[in-house]
């Protein structure tokens, strides 16, 4: 409560060398820690940090050489208190590895959300150990997405430059909750990510809203990539793309179209997945297109397709036609053992299984089970509403094929009659 100025608390550290804990607002410095080399972290977490609090602590790292974390994570800061922060980060000795910035409160001011990130940032990036930075969930005083200005200036420009920059350990980026990137933003760091220096291994963008050729751009791009975080889920990119995966499950989540396609990029070269659940999930016809477009790259040895319970978006094309487009691409598998259709819940009119020209899965998996050498034993139709008079004419023939081997059948609810 003294409201001492930035220049009069440093002052004071400075004057004294035996000092070990200094307090000035809501929070007690570490003052002697950080100077002897025995703080490994400074933590203002939930805090709110005056400017002379900043001026002292950026004091203190110019010349510490044992701070590894910086953690603002839900702290209230001015636009100068960044800076005094900042400038403490290029002191050349700071070993940096983890900068934590996840829900920081911007104090209202000139200076524009992006460029305060874009000072605080920079400085962090001129440690050689930099390994973890969260810049997710920013708050306070911005207009549209707090990671760029209106010229695009921000905290990616010194994030991509660092990517790019050999030796650099940078593997954990959080972005997301950042509001809408605007168009074309991506370029950039999908092309840090293509570099050879680029060791990231986990990215966070959700809430960017990306189109699915963006996103699928910048997991083409980085081989070294192990998960990405584009909405509800964080996608195993890594797993899946080394072999590693034998299921991947999407259930009860709500599936983007640039997480779909995404996935669909995966699995068209994919070798060791068997099992693709959507149980639950809640999926556009376009992202269930971008999936059914994964499932025809040959390689695939899916056994099991999952989609009970699978909510369907609001959409000009039926749920029935939908339905076929994933389901046939599924059963290019010659593995596939086990389909699950019931229960199909959102836009449909009638029986899910058929439109009104009698089309839906059932074609498909009716050909598949006709197919010499097929390996289907499970078909789950029910839950899905009654069925068309004469519908299940084509179910019979397929099942008297002397290539069918289905052994459990599950029809509840379909209506049909005793013949």
């Not at 000035?24 to 940090?49: D, I, K, N, Q, Y």
């Not at 990130?117 to 050689?128: E, F, I, Q, R």
């Not at 290539?403 to 599950?410: I, M, R």
Request: hydrophobic content about 45%.
């Amino acid at each position: 409560g003294s409201a001492l100025s930035a220049a009069e608390a440093v002052k004071l550290v400075l004057a004294c060398g035996s000092l070990q804990k200094l307090t000035l607002g809501e929070m007690t410095l570490p003052v002697g820690m950080v100077r002897c080399g025995e703080a490994t972290e400074v933590s203002l977490s939930g805090a709110a940090v005056s400017e002379p609090e900043a001026a002292v602590l950026g004091q203190l790292l110019r010349s510490c050489t044992s701070v590894t974390r910086l953690d603002l994570s839900g702290s209230r800061c001015s636009a100068a208190a960044l800076a005094l922060l900042g400038e403490g980060l290029c002191g050349g000795s700071l070993p940096l590895a983890e900068l934590v910035l996840s829900g920081l409160v911007h104090e209202a001011g000139d200076e524009s959300v992006p460029l305060r990130l874009h000072g605080l940032v920079s400085a962090a990036c001129t440690s050689t150990a930099l390994q973890l930075v969260d810049v997710s969930g920013q708050l306070g005083t911005t207009d549209g997405c707090a990671l760029f200005d209106g010229r695009g200036e921000g905290p990616l420009q010194p994030l991509c430059a660092l990517m790019a920059r050999p030796g650099n350990a940078l593997r954990v980026l959080r972005l997301g909750g950042n509001g809408v990137w605007p168009a074309g933003a991506s370029a950039a760091l999908a092309e840090a990510l293509s570099s050879s220096a680029c060791v990231l291994e986990e990215l966070e963008m959700n809430g960017s809203a990306l189109s699915a050729a963006e996103a699928v751009k910048l997991v083409l791009a980085c081989g070294s990539l192990q998960k990405l975080t584009l909405g509800e889920m964080t996608l195993p990119v890594g797993m899946v793309r080394c072999g590693e995966a034998t299921e991947v499950s999407l259930s009860g989540a709500a599936v983007s179209e640039p997480e779909a396609a995404v996935l669909g990029q995966l699995l068209r070269s994919c070798t060791s997945v068997t099992r693709l659940d959507l149980s639950g999930s809640r999926c556009s016809a376009a992202a269930l297109a971008l999936l059914g477009e994964g499932l025809c790259g040959g390689s695939l040895p899916l056994a099991e397709l999952v989609l009970s319970g699978l909510v369907h978006e609001a959409g000009d094309e039926s749920v029935p036609l939908r339905l076929h487009g994933l389901v046939s691409a599924a059963c290019t598998s010659t593995a596939l053992q086990l389909v699950d259709v019931s229960g199909q819940l959102g836009t449909t009119d009638g029986c899910a299984l058929f439109d009104g020209r009698g089309e839906g899965p059932l074609q498909p998996l009716c050909a598949l089970m006709a197919r010499p050498g097929n390996a289907l034993r499970v078909l789950r139709l029910g839950g899905n509403g009654v069925w068309p008079a004469g519908a299940s004419a084509a179910l019979a023939e397929a099942l008297s094929s002397s290539a069918c081997v289905l052994e459990e059948l599950e029809m509840n609810g379909s209506a049909l009659s005793a013949a």
